[in-house]
């Protein structure tokens, strides 16, 4: 007899039989996505004005900026000496000369040289053109003229140099030497100012401090010998080396020719502190990243992201970096921003700077 049919469910229990077994394998799955990490720690600072950003003033000299040391060649005894400090002097005056005899010996003797020497040369030509002297021989003898040739040009030369002549026109800064005296080759005799170049002050600036200093920018020049006066100058010329011995820079400033200028005279150059350089700001140097050159980066703190924001570096002064490109006030990272990226969020480590990344 065969085994009776089961009744069916009903379709409500079914669907409750399915709904407990997806629990089941609900329950039996493994965990969902993990939560995302945190957003990665950083320290961070305010940017403040740069306190060194006030007036710069450093001391120098007037001079003209063609001033030359006039010396001889060769050295002998002074016989002459026709000018003195203060006296002008013009383009091709004869200013000094020294005794020309031992010059003129030694001209004397290389044109003797010379002469031997080119006699022997059309002696030994026509013994050649008979057969009795080897070639070697005769090009000895040419080689011979041509160094007799180099010996008498130098003579002459130094001939030329007894006299000591004016390059430019101008006026004599300083004697250094009297008539009578025996002088060295190089020794410098005087000392004169081309009259005709640009007055300037040449004033050396120290290292931490020629990044304010640039080419056209506007100095006032105040002379001890014009109290009370204080003339308009401009940068012409900033120095690409420092002092090996002070680490100082040489910084040239033009100012306007006056009668009562000289060289010499003592004067201040006054660099304003609105010359370019009210933007300066200073962070810890921490905060500078891929620094090259003037060119340097730096992640700036906006709500709770950092921004990777270009500055220009003007370098350390001690524990911080003297920069342009932004203001006081601004926070930028000073730890944990070498596996930062533009624009990623970030949790502030020191409580202190907090509040103001709150701000």
Known sequence: MAPPLRRLRSPTALLAMLASGLLVLGACSPAGDPAPPPPPAVETALVEPDGSGGGLTVSGALERQREMNLSFRVGGVMTALTVDAGDPVSSGQVLARIDPAAVNARVTQASADLERARRDLRRDETLFNQGYISTQRLEDRRTAVTAAQAAYDAA?????????????????????????????????????????SPLVLRVPVADRDISRVAIGQEVRAVIDSLPGEALAGRVVRVGQGADPRTGAVAVEIEVPGRPDLRSGLTAKAVFPASGGVQDVVRAPAEAVIEASGQSAYVFRLKGDRVTRTQVVFLGF?????????????????????????????????DASALSGALK
């Not at 130094?158 to 026109?169: E, H, Q, V």
């Not at 008539?179 to 000392?191: F, K």
């Open 156 to 196: 002459a030369f130094d001939g030329r140099w007894s006299r000591l002549i004016a390059p430019a026109g101008g006026v004599v800064l300083e004697r250094l030497a009297q008539a009578g005296e025996v002088v060295q080759p190089g020794q410098t005799v005087l000392r004169i100012a081309d009259l005709s």
């Open 317 to 349: 002064d001690g524990d911080h970096a003297r920069l342009r490109g932004l203001a006081p006030g601004d926070q930028v990272v000073t730890a944990g921003g070498g596996f930062l990226s533009d624009g990623e969020r970030v949790r502030i480590a």
